[in-house]
């Protein structure tokens, strides 16, 4: 059974920076996608970043974040840095099982880790 289990995450002031961290077991880490998502409150879940054998963001977090993957430790990694209060959200890693092209298809992922609280104070 694959297992998603974050870490990291918590409050920090705009302008500083944070750090997640998603581990996977039960399946080979492979070159498949691994993707982030946050959701606010009230708001549905959307797409922060992706690897697999690319990288992909979304637009607002261009050149602030930063998703890398570790094969030998089977851990994805999204750190962020100059956070904005907008960033506030739960944060989840997931995994899509069929692809190793970057993308950013909620429905497509099939694991989903079990989310990190990230609060940005102003």
């Known amino acids: 059974q694959v297992q998603l289990v974050q870490s990291g995450g918590g409050l920090v002031q705009a302008g500083g920076s944070l750090r997640l961290s998603c581990a996977v077991s039960g399946r080979p880490f492979g070159r498949n996608v691994m993707g982030w998502f946050r959701q606010a409150p009230g708001k549905d879940r959307e797409f922060v970043a992706a690897?697999?054998?690319?990288?992909l963001y979304t637009e607002s977090v261009k050149g602030r974040f930063t998703i890398s993957r570790d094969n030998a430790k089977n851990t994805v990694d999204l750190q962020m840095n100059r956070l904005k209060p907008e960033g506030t959200a739960g944060y989840y890693c997931?995994?899509?099982?069929?692809?190793?092209?970057?993308?950013?298809?909620?429905?497509?992922?099939?694991?989903w880790g079990q989310g990190s609280q990230v609060t940005v104070s102003s």
């Open positions: 997931a995994r899509d099982e069929d692809q190793w092209s970057a993308h950013a298809r909620r429905v497509e992922y099939d694991y």
């Open positions: 690897i697999g054998i690319d990288t």
